[in-house]
């Protein structure tokens, strides 16, 4: 299963923090067992 998610400005695409003020993805509520395929900073918006 493949799910589209419009990342937010602000948002970092990984689940675990990195010590930065920005959310994570681990926010949104994701389901267990989803993992991004890809990162884009915190600065990036879109798909």
Do not use: Q
């Amino acid at each position: 299963m493949l799910l589209a998610f419009h990342k937010p400005f602000g948002v970092i695409s990984r689940f675990t923090p990195d010590g930065s003020p920005n959310r994570t993805l681990a926010n949104f509520g994701f389901p267990k067992k989803v993992y991004p395929l890809g990162r884009l900073d915190a600065d990036s918006e879109g798909l």
